[in-house]
């Protein structure tokens, strides 16, 4: 009888760090093989994006609003899940509050980096060296080598259902005889690295000039900027699926697409992790934190001396850095590679 490894992993809030931390989890099934028995503690909205993992034994649905502290709850929670008996907690978020419950849940090793002073609720803790982890996906792997990047990091990638894209195809009257570009228009940072509606709607009617077809992919969150690319463009060849689709159904759209035209946020690693193109555009942030982990993606970025500033907003109020990729520039990168 094999000898099984529980881990327990608190997940990050975030569909990107959702994404990335794929990474962790390749390394640990290398490492256990067979042994492990992975399970995954993160929001609702996350659930059908980690059955996509084909390492994710179980989602454990986080009932916590995202920034509530609900003390007395996650103790409760944290002495419920000591029946679980798991052997190790990866807690990835570097809050005080989400190394709680694993304090309470009887593991007797919780691994992290200290974040806010959590030198009492973890005990495998490493303090985090950002010149030598400079990327997120560093960070999450340096967790299982020792606080250390490891020497090869595998890249995140989701199982594609084929059956659903046939559906989908339908749904949304999707032509699979033409070329499919997929629209990321949304960040939810902030404007600061959301690429400019009127950029994206003249290049949708450059594209479908030359025979492509668009199609807009977000949340409900996201409806807005959808409908103001469209109305831009005035171009009713443009499928619009902004909230009308779920998270899990993007997966599969961005599969389908030929190439997929984004901001630096969620759905860029959604995008890279089924291996589909990717031209990826980086406003206020940077490829040197969170880059598209993909070997078909396309960085594109100006060099502006305020860039990268990380901020939700642009304080000279320009834009400069998003404004100067223009429509052009993108369409090259598509009709000179399809």
Request: some cysteine.
């Amino acid at each position: 009888m094999i000898n099984k490894y529980k881990i327990l992993i608190i997940a990050p809030a975030w569909v990107g760090d959702m994404v990335m931390s794929q990474t962790l989890f390749k390394l640990l099934k290398q490492r256990y093989g067979e042994r492990l028995i992975l399970d995954v503690f993160a929001g609702d909205w996350a659930r059908d994006i980690l059955q996509r993992m084909p390492e994710v034994n179980r989602v454990i649905v986080n009932p916590f609003a995202h920034g509530k502290l609900a003390l007395l709850n996650r103790i409760k929670l944290g002495i419920a899940l000591r029946r679980e008996k798991y052997d190790q907690v990866f807690v990835l978020p570097n809050s005080l509050k989400s190394a709680i419950t694993p304090l309470f849940s009887g593991i007797k090793r919780r691994t992290g980096f200290i974040g806010e002073s959590r030198y009492i609720l973890l005990n495998d803790i490493y303090r985090l060296n950002r010149h030598k982890l400079p990327l997120m996906i560093d960070r999450f792997c340096a967790l299982d080598n020792h606080g250390n990047k490891p020497p090869n990091i595998p890249y995140p990638r989701l199982i594609v259902n084929k059956d659903n894209q046939q559906k989908l195809t339908k749904e949304l009257n999707i032509d699979p005889n033409k070329t499919l570009i997929a629209f990321c228009p949304a960040a939810e940072f902030g404007p600061a690295k959301r690429w400019l509606p009127e950029h994206f709607a003249n290049l949708a009617n450059l594209l479908t000039k030359d025979g492509y077809q668009i199609i807009i992919l977000g949340s409900n969150k996201d409806t807005e900027i959808s409908k103001e690319i469209i109305k831009l463009a005035n171009n009713q060849n443009i499928i619009d699926a902004c909230g009308k689709t779920s998270l899990v159904y993007a997966v599969d759209l961005l599969a389908l697409a030929n190439y997929v035209i984004t901001n630096d946020s969620g759905l860029m690693h959604v995008a890279c992790a089924v291996d589909t193109k990717v031209i990826a555009i980086y406003g206020s942030s940077s490829p040197h934190f969170t880059p598209p982990l993909s070997d078909k993606a396309k960085v594109l970025q100006t060099t502006l001396d305020c860039q990268p500033c990380f901020a939700r907003t642009c304080r000279f109020g320009h834009y400069n850095c998003l404004r100067f990729i223009t429509p052009e520039m993108v369409c090259k990168e598509i009709t000179c590679n399809c």
